[in-house]
């Protein structure tokens, strides 16, 4: 009998210790950074469930004893909220926050509507302690202050709040009358310049763009599928260029709001990103002419542009005031992952057609590929069926813009093919 009850305990304490270690699946943080004389101020609310390791005191069923709940929401707020950021004052690291405030709020609380409300809400009467709220459905509000030289400084956050869910979004808002910038991310985004110089939004972008080509499998097999055919570096100028040429138009394009807002638009450039590889891996196994590879990087480079846009457009909101030269450092950044990767790339396969079959070796490298690419636009074409097709509504402002773009596509589509046949790459001397 007293093994049993000591059983029952063990499960009873083990099932304590469970909730206070779940991690929640998704959690959404906001928070508020506004500098007001020699402080820098932190008003951030979570949802208590988040708040893991710190069992809250309950009473009747599940309820939060909000009349003993004091100390343990401070330690939460310490622990879980302060503990995980750092501030900075141009390049300095500013000093340790201070806590000043904290409370519950209830689910239905709407006072983050702006930073004026949330902090005469942490500051205000806490919740009646007769009020009953499940401790999950608790939000915990909190102010630190900051010690800073000015309040026209630069200043910057990293916040590491991504351990508090499995998936964790926040909305940042920095908060400079009468200006307010906002920032919308998941998980934890690094070191985060809330009003950056033009070359620290430019370094962020270079850095962005090239990492978006070394973690984009789908376009670093599309640039080896270009490779592939070439016999050397000078052979590759006039699809890369064209390449390079193309995705910069309909990349700027998406980016100043050209490309369709619907739904379906983003899986459809990805299901077209899937068989532009395919089709080059084929032309590849097929012996396409060489004459045509320059024209075929052309016209895949708009569709490789879109999607470049599109992992474009949530970091542009990190770019501040600095937006066209962001949007053109993130190309640069292409660029340059372009360039490192036709480096590392071109002297191994010189080293392989040098030891093996070139035409052999063509054919498998090109049926590898192209096995890969099939079975991605397979899967992208079935989530592509999902959408409800829509026709976008056109006017007359966007049908002009479309028309700009078309118009700047065929010109600098005629200008390559002169500028190529000029220099040597045209079908005549392709052929010959």
């Not at 006072?111 to 009646?128: E, K, N």
Request: net charge positive; with cysteine; glycine share 8%.
């Amino acid at each position: 009998m007293r093994g049993r009850v000591f059983l029952l305990a063990a499960l009873a304490c083990g099932a304590t210790n469970a909730r206070a270690h779940e991690i929640p699946s998704q959690v959404t943080i906001r928070a508020y950074v506004r500098p007001a004389g020699s402080r820098l101020i932190l008003v951030v609310r979570v949802p208590l469930e988040a708040m893991r390791d710190i069992e809250f005191p309950l009473r009747g069923n599940g309820f939060l004893d909000l009349a003993a709940a004091g100390p343990y929401l401070e330690e939460a707020a310490r622990q879980w909220i302060g503990g995980s950021v750092r501030l900075y004052e141009e390049r300095d690291l500013v000093g340790e926050g201070r806590l000043v405030g904290v409370r519950i709020s209830l689910p239905t609380d709407r006072s983050f509507a702006s930073f004026d409300r949330a902090l005469a809400h942490v500051r205000g009467a806490p919740l009646d302690p007769a009020v009953e709220i499940p401790w999950q459905q608790a939000l915990l509000d909190a102010v630190f202050e900051y010690p800073i030289s000015s309040d026209g400084a630069r200043f910057s956050i990293a916040p590491s709040w991504a351990h508090l869910g499995l998936e964790t979004r926040t909305v940042l808002t920095f908060s400079r009358p009468p200006a307010e910038r906002v920032f919308h991310y998941v998980g934890d985004p690094g070191v985060v310049r809330l009003d950056p110089r033009w070359h620290q939004a430019a370094a962020r972008f270079v850095r962005l763009g090239a990492q978006h080509i070394w973690g984009g499998t789908d376009h670093l097999l599309f640039l080896l599928c270009l490779m592939i055919p070439a016999c050397g570096v000078l052979a590759l100028v006039p699809v890369i260029t064209a390449f390079t040429v193309a995705h910069s138009i309909t990349l700027i394009g998406a980016a100043l709001g050209l490309a369709p807002d619907a739904l379906w638009f983003p899986p459809l450039i990805e299901t077209l990103i899937a068989a532009s590889v395919l089709l080059l891996a084929i032309g590849n196994a097929v012996g396409m002419q060489s004459a045509h590879h320059w024209k075929l990087a052309f016209g895949f480079g708009l569709i490789h542009g879109f999607g470049f846009a599109f992992a474009l457009q949530e970091s542009l909101q990190f770019a501040g005031r600095h937006v066209v030269s962001s949007l053109f450092a993130f190309n640069v950044g292409v660029e340059l992952g372009q360039l490192l990767t036709i480096v590392v790339a071109v002297p191994v396969l010189a080293l392989l057609y040098r030891h093996l079959a070139p035409r052999p070796t063509t054919i498998v490298m090109s049926v590898i590929v192209g096995h890969t690419a099939w079975h991605w636009m397979a899967s992208r074409f079935g989530q592509l069926r999902q959408y409800d097709f829509r026709p976008p509504v056109i006017e007359w402002a966007t049908a002009l813009r479309w028309g700009m773009l078309v118009a700047i596509t065929a010109a600098a589509a005629w200008l390559l093919a002169l500028v190529f046949h000029r220099l040597g790459h045209g079908p005549a001397r392709a052929s010959g």
